[in-house]
């Protein structure tokens, strides 16, 4: 044979596409009759969990549940006041579709969801509470191809052949695996403070400090940071009020996930799940102890430059048959990171009391717009803000309650990300995550803030390229061809290479040859097996 072939088989994957959608959900949640009834609510959290996923066409269906966390204000016989919470895992069950042109059921997902909005209504009977939340549901679906690429042909003497060739910059996947480990903690309430009658609320951060791959894993690292809001009485006058306890950085953890052909310098992109943990008061109130799960996806690359055949023909002696194939390569850049610090007031409205002390400040933050211009890129968007505080009264109570603000602060930066010129028509891939949050009490009604925020971007531009995946030389036959061909099968057979190497058809080899019709699933032909060519395939 004066047809050499030289190939390679690589795992491609590559962004089809993503898009967000927006969908109001509805729930109701019970105080149960062993509880206290409340008077009103002073704070929902609420933290979404995408359960299932699946691609149809077109889009994207993703279902979940909505844990709910619920406080609450109540009084006991006696007039005193109460705080009580209701935590349910899977409060509010919701089921939406993402619109993303292109996509198809054998396509990969990833989903997230988050609540932008959240009211919530007690009704007279104390107990029953309606929900109204405002879902943000984002989903973006990736295609996978294992394909062999021919890299190089030769043909012997005399034989000519013309040969075109391009590089390209891929990431070929190693694979995917699940990291999963328990949290089990017991969290001491600080020296001194008053042992706690009731856990309202438990709240876990991971936060990942390093990455790295080993052989046959994938490890993330990181610290995890807890906060409780716990209901206490004063010593002096014997009323319940909520006291804040945090353990920041309390644990490092490490994420080992399984996956096989891994080992050091290769790539690995995690994704941590938010963590599902309950709590409960041990030692009389003085510790807190947390049990649950904290999950990480992670994927394995193996960044490759390669050189492919796009072009093939022969200008004498031998017959080539070509097999070209269309592959999507993703093209990513360098992840590139920045602070950026976000400052301002936010004001009470009339309807809330006056403040008397600031108890608790949170934030998040999205992004809004990105752009790219030259070798640098703009990422804009906002931060929202929560504020747990005691009203003043003029009986002398301090009374707890919650506010919120939408947009409260904006943010812009310009990073400068290498190959950005190069990526002419790149998507930006951008996040931003609150590093810390500070807050000060300004007046009865108006607070100041101060977050730090670390955006991230990365761009990431999804290629066409016809490449030859297959090449054979045709076989000549000198004089009457026979009746009947006989065939070995060897490793580098496929059914598109016999079919065009002895000028006939898939299908026709498959009719002639049921044995091989397991290779249609499979995709494996058994070698050092026979089959059979009929004079009349030929």
Request: overall charge negative; hydrophobic content about 40%.
């Amino acid at each position: 044979m004066a047809l050499r072939v030289k190939d390679d088989i690589v795992q491609l994957e590559a962004i089809i596409g993503a898009n967000s959608s927006q969908t109001v959900t509805e729930g109701t949640v019970t105080i149960p009759s062993s509880m206290l009834a409340a008077d009103r609510i002073v704070k929902v959290t609420a933290v979404p969990h995408v359960k299932e996923q699946w691609v149809e066409e077109d889009r994207v269906h993703i279902d979940g549940t909505i844990a709910v966390t619920l406080i609450y204000a109540g009084h006991y016989d006696t007039g005193q006041a109460y705080y009580g919470s209701l935590q349910i895992a899977d409060g509010v069950p919701f089921s939406h579709s993402v619109d993303i042109p292109g996509a198809k059921p054998q396509m990969q997902s990833q989903c997230e969801a988050n609540i932008l909005d959240l009211q919530s209504t007690v009704r007279s009977d104390g107990r029953t509470v309606d929900l109204d939340m405002v879902l943000e549901l984002s989903a973006t679906t990736a295609e996978s191809q294992e394909i062999t690429l021919v890299t190089d042909v030769a043909a012997s003497h005399p034989a000519k052949l013309r040969v075109s060739k391009d590089s390209l910059r891929i990431e070929d996947v190693v694979g995917e695996g699940i990291a999963q480990v328990e949290l089990r903690e017991l969290l001491p309430l600080p020296v001194g403070s008053v042992p706690a009658l009731r856990l309202l609320e438990l709240q876990g951060q991971f936060r990942p400090t390093d990455t790295r791959v080993a052989v046959d894993r994938a490890v993330i690292s990181g610290m995890m940071s807890y906060k409780a809001v716990c209901a206490t009485t004063d010593e002096n006058t014997g009323e319940e009020q909520v006291v804040i306890h945090r353990w920041d950085d309390f644990a490092r953890l490490e994420l080992g996930a399984e996956i096989l052909g891994s080992r050091q310098g290769m790539l690995i992109y995690p994704k941590v799940a938010p963590p599902v943990i309950s709590g409960r008061l041990v030692s009389d109130g003085q510790m807190v102890a947390v049990e649950g799960i904290l999950a990480c996806m992670a994927k394995v690359t193996q960044p490759l430059d390669i050189t492919v055949a796009t072009e093939l023909s022969a200008e004498t002696e031998i017959e080539v048959g070509v097999r070209r194939e269309s592959i999507k390569v993703q093209q990513r850049g360098d992840a590139v990171t920045k602070d950026v610090y976000v400052d301002g007031t936010v004001e009470l409205s009339e309807s809330r009391p006056p403040l008397e002390r600031l108890l608790d400040m949170e934030a998040k933050a999205a992004v809004t717009n990105t752009s790219v211009l030259g070798g640098r890129v703009s990422v804009s968007g906002y931060v929202d803000l929560a504020a747990m505080y005691i009203g003043r009264t003029d009986d002398f109570s301090q009374p707890v309650y919650h506010a919120t603000w939408g947009s409260a602060g904006a943010f812009e930066t310009s990073m400068n990300v290498p190959g950005a010129a190069a990526l002419t028509g790149a998507d930006v891939e951008a996040g931003v995550v609150i590093q810390d949050v500070r807050a000060e009490l300004l007046s009865r009604d108006t607070i100041g803030f101060h977050v730090t925020a670390k955006v991230s971007c990365r761009l990431q531009e999804t290629l066409s390229k016809e490449v030859v995946a297959e090449a054979v030389e045709l076989r000549e036959f000198k004089g009457r061809p026979p009746l009947y061909t006989c065939v070995a099968l060897q490793p580098e057979d496929t059914l598109w290479k016999l079919a065009t190497k002895y000028r006939t058809s898939i299908e026709s080899l498959l009719e002639h040859n049921p044995a091989l019709a397991e290779v249609v699933t499979t995709g494996t032909l058994p070698v050092s097996g026979k089959i059979m060519i009929t004079r009349s395939d030929t």
